[in-house]
């Protein structure tokens, strides 16, 4: 999750949430693997009907990921990001051609939403939201929170809400998955992907920042003037 770009109380701008998902060349990385396993399957096996149509649908995506890593070494940019997704994408490549089935080239992506609610679940029920965690690691102050009600409040239902984004995925993906819906399952997962995430980016910035922003504002006000 892309916090560390805007700080609590400080309300978000479209620049604040595209570094967040990464900048342009973030969205491209992310985006553009995923849409030509769409593309490329959708030609090669429903219009073409080409025998190898599974190893040009994974390996495509495994191709674009090495340009977009050459070209971060070209432009002396960061390059754990692009090694990340050589790794998940050639891992799921290999997995589908090993199972000899498109969708289980889906399957890194599900156990990782999977994880993620279970994570958020659990810190919810032991009443140290995960958001509120995060939160306090960029303020500096890991627990303050806590001690504060409107801020555990808030920080709370942040934490409900990206459950909710994890719980939304797997409940579209999952059946789509069992159906075996391979065209259905590249859309839902473009289409609950990054745009979804940049929305719930925001909402909960402007959430968060609100109370912080108001907690900044009571303390300012009951400081002794001078």
């Known amino acids: 999750?892309?916090?560390?770009?805007?700080?609590?109380?400080?309300?978000?701008?479209?620049?604040?949430?595209?570094?967040?998902?990464?900048?342009?060349?973030?969205?491209?990385?992310?985006?553009?693997?995923?849409?030509?396993?769409?593309?490329?399957?959708?030609v090669t096996f429903i219009v073409l009907k080409t025998p190898d149509y599974l190893l040009w649908s994974v390996g495509i995506p495994v191709v674009l990921c090495v340009v977009f890593l050459l070209a971060r070494l070209i432009a002396r940019q960061p390059i754990r990001s692009a090694i990340t997704g050589i790794v998940l994408t050639a891992f799921t490549a290999v997995l589908s051609l090993v199972t000899g089935r498109a969708q289980d080239s889906f399957i890194p992506g599900i156990l990782i939403n999977s994880a993620w609610l279970l994570g958020l679940l659990i810190s919810l029920a032991v009443r140290w939201p995960a958001i509120g965690l995060v939160v306090?690691?960029?303020?500096?102050?890991?627990?303050?929170?806590?001690?504060?009600?409107?801020?555990?409040?808030?920080?709370?239902?942040?934490?409900?809400?990206?459950?909710?984004?994890?719980?939304?995925?797997?409940?579209?993906?999952?059946?789509?998955?069992?159906?075996?819906?391979?065209?259905?399952?590249?859309?839902?997962?473009l289409v609950l992907g990054i745009p979804l995430y940049a929305v719930l980016l925001w909402a909960t910035w402007l959430l968060i920042g609100s109370v912080f922003a108001a907690s900044g504002t009571t303390e300012s006000d009951d400081a002794p003037r001078a």
């Open 136 to 189: 306090g690691a960029l303020s500096g102050d890991l627990t303050g929170w806590r001690h504060d009600k409107p801020k555990r409040r808030v920080l709370t239902i942040a934490t409900w809400m990206w459950a909710g984004l994890f719980a939304i995925r797997l409940a579209v993906e999952l059946p789509l998955y069992f159906l075996g819906l391979t065209t259905s399952l590249a859309v839902a997962k």
């Open 1 to 42: 999750m892309g916090f560390a770009t805007v700080k609590p109380g400080q309300m978000p701008s479209g620049a604040d949430l595209l570094a967040a998902v990464g900048g342009i060349r973030g969205l491209i990385e992310s985006i553009l693997p995923g849409l030509a396993f769409l593309v490329v399957y959708s």
